[in-house]
Each structure stands twice: as structure tokens, then as C-alpha cells.
């Protein structure tokens, strides 16, 4: 099961926190979070639904987070629109990645 990081994430108030962790337990295909240092870990499957993986998109765009982890997530049935130019997490997500056509 892969383990995606959230490196140092800044929390503005106790509540954005409670909301950073209700988001991310909330998420379907998030198994297991937990801490280690200064990071979050997130234990996710690996094929999460496209809902699963927009939610994993807005999370990791909301609060910062080095959304590259995500590119593993690429399948031929999300391809289509999770690889898409024109989205706003492209760049994020897909930059200096050898395998974008």
C-alpha cells in the first residue's frame, strides 16, 4: 500500500487542522493516518477511485503538498482527464515526468 508524505503542512488555526484531518480520514481510499517527525502520513490504496484521487488532488493543492506523489496514480482508465494539460493540478502533479506524451 503506497505512503504518501505531507511534509511540514501549516495549519492557520486548531479548526483548519481539524479540517486537514477530517478531509484526509474522510477520503475512501485513505487506509490509515498517522505522524512520524514533522510529517503525515497518508497509507492509500493502490488504485483509488477517480473520487478518491480528486479528493487527493484538492488536499494536497489546498494545503501544499508535493502533489508529484500523486503521478503513481496515473492508470489507462484515469489517464484521460488526471493527465490532462489543461487542468490545474497538471503541472503539480505530472512536471519533469519523463512518461507525459
Do not use: H
Not at 15 to 44: H, P, T
Not at 69 to 77: A, D, E, N, V
Not at 80 to 95: H, I, L, N, T
Amino acid at each position: 500500500m503506497p505512503v504518501l508524505r505531507c511534509k511540514s503542512v501549516w495549519f492557520f488555526s486548531a479548526g483548519d487542522e481539524k479540517a486537514f484531518f477530517g478531509f484526509a480520514e474522510g477520503i475512501k481510499a485513505v487506509r490509515e493516518v498517522s505522524g512520524e517527525g514533522d510529517e503525515i502520513l497518508l497509507q492509500v490504496v493502490s488504485r483509488p477511485s477517480q473520487a478518491s484521487l480528486r479528493d487527493l488532488i484538492a488536499l494536497f493543492y489546498r494545503y501544499d503538498i508535493e502533489m508529484s506523489q500523486l503521478r503513481q496514480f496515473r492508470s489507462t482508465s484515469n489517464r484521460r482527464w488526471f493527465q490532462d494539460p489543461q487542468k490545474f493540478w497538471f503541472e503539480k502533479v505530472f512536471r519533469n515526468d519523463k512518461k507525459v506524451a
